[in-house]
């Protein structure tokens, strides 16, 4: 590419490596497949750190993130960083965890320095899926990289060359590999009969930019005769005979007639100003000339020309000269010029793996990186697909991401069990037939489970063996990013339960054994081995693992624009004996031998990228360890999540309704429960029941309270109408008592009768219960269910309840079974009792004044009695001490019914 400043820069001697070609170039001999290491653009994530120091340059911490500081710079009090700052926040006093965090941000700096030898910053730290795995380049070629520091050499294996594993493969000791274990392979597109190849190396067929562009049929020649013409200055290079001039004329003045061709032949060359300093010595009684009167020394940066132009005349000149960019895009070709000339070595939709010779004999693998992929379900062979549709076929995206809310209403799902029929769903069924139901039902967020590429449909999808790919079975890449597109449509946020705890076993399709090392991806031994689940350990402490599970977040948001993450069980992660211990809160538990410190720092790792380069993006911790700070800002010595999930609650309700008498609940048990820890209740998430109630032989809430009850069951009335109530009452208490978040599972709004089952030898290989019943909608008590539901979400949606502070929880009586509390204007009253009614109960209220009924769960609109009179839906508050309180409400109060109360008017006293 022939612009003013490298044509100014070549002109005093400086060489330029494209004017020698290496033997093992393509452009020396055609093959269907090349090997080597671009020279002009090797990638970050492989660099080395003499590398990095050379040529890059110099930033301030402020540029590169959190980059190592000098000794001048200001001290991390100074920067608002206090590694034990969310312990005297809150009053801690415990030495030996302050000293854990203390350690853990000193191994953090050390962390990140260690990631800034081999990367800018932490930005580019996380954009590995930019270069690793395969990308079709700007020229006439697709690029392949990958991690294998256990291989010997690597191939691309496909139907499109007849898997043939050693045919131009990338070999040890060859470009094709550098010292971090990355292997790089190009494979050419092939030139059609009686085409030629490119005359030069920056003609450029695109198969992308500019696609529907034709050849101009305009050459080279005609271009830059056009160019000399109308653009150089007399004196200035000029492209003669397939050649620049100038740096060709200089080439041979320094290396003679016979120069070396390629870069074996080459010598060592002195270094830029040695070079400049020698030829101006040369030319020291040469007469003036043309050219601008101006010193160019290399430094490595990417501008040379730093001196001053001592005439204003030139200098002036030189302000206002451009690159002859009009002259250079004639040269480009869009992809009708390409699809004349070339056929895809790799067409879109072939079948490929990646081939490895290593010390133990030859492997054949689905690439760590594939963004899609056919397990080897059904006894078939797995293998990757190239998905690179034409870019007239591409998906488009037509929406933007809705802006982040106060509140959040999840939906959870499931796509493959989402369809009435006994079959796996596909993501364009649900986007045509669950998208709407979902956003009728009032939530403003659904949550996926099983998205991401798993072999074993039985897993639900928690054993990931490919974590780049959305899962085949429900379809393209394109069908996601489509379902996507209409959920953001619908004003609807897109989470991802992602599972970077652990990894399926699998070596074809996973990761276990990827290059024959046992410890490539995952710890070795026992620690490597999941202890009940059979699952693999990621090897957190690895910056290879760590630009691998860090790239994989940000692929998700860059290419399918989720909005947040559910980070699935992180106690699996946190430490060595995988969460299966018991906790008791003592802080020691949290900072002894048996907390994994490279699973802390990965997660701080992720909450930091994540949030600095998504603003808006949503991070959702769960774990059941109740690990101090998960949603402290990583700043204060926090691990910086948005949301933590309350997981004690659904299994108090199941536990309530299995084991315990109606009559013999605690309202104090319930109250404690569903509050959690007061100090972080702003973040909490909470749910009733989550689709873990209801798989691997668990039940829903519905399926406990009236799943076997039908006409034929003695007092089958009784029993439905106790279900329904608790069912509503249940729902309403755990949506509002706590917390800015709920999350519900698809279903489960309308009383779902029956558990989830995924198809498994047990079942005979059944999709009897892998499927949601959604005709029960049209009648009868889910029906009415879901009535409820779409008001307890309109609830929110109007009165903004989850968004509010913390209640003034003022009533909780144990005899009377009744639960009464404040939040903001709201009074919430609930009265469990299974018989006991009450004509006035008494609760207290903050303020006087006439408070009107704005959601009865006994309406027969409901499935209620519909036992209050109209009458009583506005009342006024008496001037009588209760509850602590100065003043009261005297509420109808039936069993097993709530009600919920809106101050409508103040009354001044």
């Given at each position: 590419?022939?612009?003013?400043?490298?044509?100014?820069?070549?002109?005093?001697?400086?060489?330029?490596?494209?004017?020698?070609?290496?033997?093992?170039?393509?452009?020396?001999?055609?093959?269907?497949?090349?090997?080597?290491?671009?020279?002009?653009?090797?990638?970050?994530?492989?660099?080395?750190?003499?590398?990095?120091?050379?040529?890059?340059?110099?930033?301030?911490?402020?540029?590169?993130?959190?980059?190592?500081?000098?000794?001048?710079?200001?001290?991390?009090?100074?920067?608002?960083?206090?590694?034990?700052?969310?312990?005297?926040?809150?009053?801690?006093?415990?030495?030996?965890?302050?000293?854990?965090?203390?350690?853990?941000?000193?191994?953090?700096?050390?962390?990140?320095d260690e990631i800034f030898n081999r990367h800018l910053n932490l930005k580019e730290m996380a954009s590995g899926f930019e270069i690793l795995g395969m990308h079709r380049h700007v020229e006439h070629r697709v690029d392949y990289m990958?991690?294998?520091?256990?291989?010997?050499?690597?191939?691309?294996?496909?139907?499109?060359?007849?898997?043939?594993?050693?045919?131009?493969?990338?070999?040890?000791?060859?470009?094709?590999?550098?010292?971090?274990?990355?292997?790089?392979?190009?494979?050419?597109?092939?030139?059609?009969?009686?085409?030629?190849?490119?005359?030069?190396?920056?003609?450029?067929?695109?198969?992308?930019?500019?696609?529907?562009?034709?050849?101009?049929?305009?050459?080279?020649?005609?271009?830059?005769?056009?160019?000399?013409?109308?653009?150089?200055?007399?004196?200035?290079?000029?492209?003669?005979?397939?050649?620049?001039?100038?740096?060709?004329?200089?080439?041979?003045?320094?290396?003679?007639?016979?120069?070396?061709?390629?870069?074996?032949?080459?010598?060592?060359?002195?270094?830029?100003?040695?070079?400049?300093?020698?030829?101006?010595?040369?030319?020291?009684?040469?007469?003036?000339?043309?050219?601008?009167?101006?010193?160019?020394?290399?430094?490595?940066?990417?501008?040379?020309?730093?001196?001053?132009?001592?005439?204003?005349?030139?200098?002036?000149?030189?302000?206002?000269?451009?690159?002859?960019?009009?002259?250079?895009?004639?040269?480009?070709?869009?992809?009708?010029?390409?699809?004349?000339?070339?056929?895809?070595?790799?067409?879109?939709?072939?079948?490929?793996?990646?081939?490895?010779?290593?010390?133990?004999?030859?492997?054949?693998?689905?690439?760590?990186?594939?963004?899609?992929v056919r397990p080897d379900a059904e006894g078939n062979q797995a293998y990757a697909i190239h998905w690179e549709p034409p870019p007239e076929m591409a998906y488009k995206w037509k929406h933007s991401s809705p802006n982040k809310p106060?509140?959040?209403?999840?939906?959870?799902?499931?796509?493959?069990?989402?369809?009435?029929?006994?079959?796996?769903?596909?993501?364009?069924?649900?986007?045509?037939?669950?998208?709407?139901?979902?956003?009728?039902?009032?939530?403003?967020?659904?949550?996926?489970?099983?998205?991401?590429?798993?072999?074993?449909?039985?897993?639900?999808?928690?054993?990931?063996?490919?974590?780049?790919?959305?899962?085949?079975?429900?379809?393209?890449?394109?069908?996601?990013?489509?379902?996507?597109?209409?959920?953001?449509?619908?004003?609807?946020?897109?989470?991802?339960?992602?599972?970077?705890?652990?990894?399926?076993?699998?070596?074809?399709?996973?990761?276990?054994?990827?290059?024959?090392?046992?410890?490539?991806?995952?710890?070795?031994?026992?620690?490597?081995?999941?202890?009940?689940?059979?699952?693999?350990?990621?090897?957190?402490?690895?910056?290879?693992?760590?630009?691998?599970?860090?790239?994989?977040?940000?692929?998700?948001?860059?290419?399918?624009?989720?909005?947040?993450?559910?980070?699935?069980?992180?106690?699996?992660?946190?430490?060595?004996?995988?969460?299966?211990?018991?906790?008791?809160?003592?802080?020691?538990?949290?900072?002894?031998?048996?907390?994994?410190?490279?699973?802390?720092?990965?997660?701080?790792?992720?909450?930091?990228?994540?949030?600095?380069?998504?603003?808006?993006?949503?991070?959702?911790?769960?774990?059941?360890?109740?690990?101090?700070?998960?949603?402290?800002?990583?700043?204060?010595?926090?691990?910086?999540?948005?949301?933590?999930?309350?997981?004690?609650?659904?299994?108090?309700?199941?536990?309530?309704?299995?084991?315990?008498?109606?009559?013999?609940?605690?309202?104090?048990?319930?109250?404690?429960?569903?509050?959690?820890?007061?100090?972080?209740?702003?973040?909490?998430?909470?749910?009733?029941?989550?689709?873990?109630?209801?798989?691997?032989?668990?039940?829903?809430?519905?399926?406990?309270?009236?799943?076997?009850?039908?006409?034929?069951?003695?007092?089958?009335?009784?029993?439905?109408?106790?279900?329904?109530?608790?069912?509503?009452?249940?729902?309403?208490?755990?949506?509002?008592?706590?917390?800015?978040?709920?999350?519900?599972?698809?279903?489960?709004?309308?009383?779902?009768?029956?558990?989830?089952?995924?198809p498994m030898s047990s079942n005979n290989f059944s999709f009897a219960l892998a499927t949601r019943q959604w005709e029960l909608l049209e009648t009868g008590l889910h029906q009415n269910l879901f009535s409820f539901e779409k008001d307890?979400?309109?609830?929110?949606?109007?009165?903004?309840?989850?968004?509010?502070?913390?209640?003034?929880?003022?009533?909780?009586?144990?005899?009377?079974?009744?639960?009464?509390?404040?939040?903001?204007?709201?009074?919430?009253?609930?009265?469990?009792?299974?018989?006991?009614?009450?004509?006035?109960?008494?609760?207290?209220?903050?303020?006087?004044?006439?408070?009107?009924?704005?959601?009865?769960?006994?309406?027969?609109?409901?499935?209620?009695?519909?036992?209050?009179?109209?009458?009583?839906?506005?009342?006024?508050?008496?001037?009588?001490?209760?509850?602590?309180?100065?003043?009261?409400?005297?509420?109808?109060?039936?069993?097993?019914?709530?009600?919920?109360?809106?101050?409508?008017?103040?009354?001044?006293?």
């Open positions: 590419m022939k612009m003013a400043s490298l044509l100014l820069h070549s002109r005093l001697c400086v060489f330029s490596a494209p004017y020698v070609t290496s033997s093992n170039s393509p452009r020396g001999k055609c093959h269907e497949f090349s090997v080597q290491l671009p020279r002009k653009t090797r990638p970050m994530a492989v660099r080395s750190t003499a590398e990095h120091s050379q040529q890059q340059p110099q930033q301030s911490s402020e540029e590169r993130g959190t980059k190592k500081k000098s000794k001048g710079s200001t001290s991390d009090a100074e920067k608002g960083i206090d590694p034990v700052g969310f312990l005297t926040k809150l009053g801690i006093s415990h030495k030996a965890f302050a000293q854990f965090l203390r350690e853990r941000h000193k191994a953090m700096k050390d962390l990140k990958e991690w294998a520091p256990g291989a010997r050499y690597s191939a691309i294996v496909g139907d499109f060359n007849a898997w043939s594993p050693t045919e131009n493969c990338a070999r040890e000791g060859q470009f094709g590999h550098d010292d971090y274990g990355y292997w790089f392979v190009i494979l050419e597109d092939k030139l059609r009969e009686g085409e030629k190849p490119d005359e030069l190396y920056f003609q450029q067929y695109n198969y992308v930019d500019d696609y529907d562009k034709g050849d101009s049929g305009i050459t080279i020649e005609e271009i830059y005769k056009k160019a000399n013409d109308e653009y150089w200055e007399p004196g200035e290079d000029r492209f003669i005979k397939n050649r620049f001039e100038l740096p060709a004329k200089l080439y041979e003045q320094w290396f003679g007639p016979n120069s070396p061709q390629t870069y074996e032949e080459l010598e060592p060359i002195p270094d830029a100003e040695t070079r400049y300093k020698a030829w101006k010595e040369q030319h020291k009684d040469d007469p003036p000339g043309n050219l601008p009167p101006l010193d160019v020394i290399d430094s490595g940066k990417e501008y040379d020309i730093y001196n001053v132009i001592i005439d204003p005349i030139w200098r002036e000149k030189f302000a206002a000269k451009r690159p002859p960019i009009p002259y250079w895009l004639e040269t480009r070709k869009g992809r009708k010029a390409w699809l004349k000339k070339y056929t895809p070595t790799i067409p879109h939709g072939s079948k490929y793996r990646v081939y490895f010779n290593t010390p133990s004999g030859p492997l054949e693998r689905i690439p760590a990186w594939a963004t899609y106060k509140s959040l209403r999840i939906y959870e799902c499931h796509v493959g069990i989402s369809s009435s029929e006994p079959k796996i769903s596909s993501f364009n069924e649900f986007t045509e037939n669950v998208l709407p139901h979902i956003k009728n039902a009032g939530y403003n967020a659904i949550q996926l489970i099983g998205a991401v590429e798993h072999k074993d449909y039985f897993t639900v999808g928690y054993r990931v063996t490919n974590l780049y790919a959305v899962s085949s079975r429900f379809g393209t890449p394109d069908d996601f990013k489509r379902l996507v597109d209409e959920a953001h449509g619908l004003g609807l946020l897109v989470f991802l339960d992602i599972v970077h705890s652990y990894s399926a076993p699998d070596e074809m399709v996973g990761l276990a054994l990827f290059d024959g090392s046992n410890d490539c991806y995952f710890h070795s031994g026992k620690r490597g081995q999941h202890k009940y689940w059979g699952t693999r350990m990621f090897k957190y402490g690895d910056p290879d693992v760590l630009h691998y599970l860090l790239s994989n977040l940000n692929w998700w948001i860059v290419e399918y624009h989720v909005d947040g993450f559910q980070f699935h069980s992180l106690s699996s992660m946190m430490y060595t004996h995988n969460g299966f211990a018991s906790f008791t809160g003592d802080l020691d538990e949290y900072c002894n031998q048996y907390v994994d410190r490279d699973a802390l720092l990965y997660l701080i790792l992720a909450n930091d990228i994540l949030h600095a380069l998504h603003p808006n993006i949503i991070t959702i911790a769960e774990d059941t360890s109740a690990y101090p700070g998960l949603c402290e800002p990583t700043s204060q010595g926090g691990l910086g999540f948005d949301y933590y999930i309350n997981l004690s609650v659904a299994g108090m309700w199941s536990s309530l309704l299995e084991n315990t008498p109606d009559q013999e609940w605690s309202m104090t048990k319930i109250v404690s429960t569903l509050v959690g820890n007061k100090q972080y209740a702003d973040k909490m998430l909470t749910y009733a029941e989550n689709h873990n109630q209801s798989i691997s032989g668990g039940k829903s809430l519905a399926e406990i309270l009236f799943g076997k009850v039908n006409e034929q069951s003695p007092d089958s009335e009784g029993l439905i109408l106790r279900g329904c109530s608790l069912h509503r009452m249940i729902r309403l208490i755990t949506f509002t008592i706590c917390g800015h978040a709920f999350l519900n599972f698809m279903g489960n709004e309308f009383g779902h009768p029956e558990r989830v089952e995924f307890m979400m309109k609830l929110d949606e109007t009165e903004r309840v989850l968004s509010r502070s913390f209640p003034n929880i003022h009533h909780v009586d144990d005899s009377t079974m009744v639960i009464s509390y404040i939040r903001g204007p709201l009074l919430f009253v609930f009265n469990f009792h299974p018989t006991e009614s009450h004509e006035k109960y008494t609760v207290g209220v903050e303020e006087a004044g006439e408070y009107q009924l704005i959601l009865n769960t006994d309406e027969k609109v409901y499935g209620g009695q519909g036992l209050i009179d109209g009458n009583y839906y506005r009342q006024r508050t008496i001037s009588k001490r209760a509850d602590g309180l100065r003043n009261c409400l005297e509420v109808p109060l039936p069993n097993r019914t709530a009600q919920v109360y809106k101050l409508k008017r103040i009354l001044r006293i």
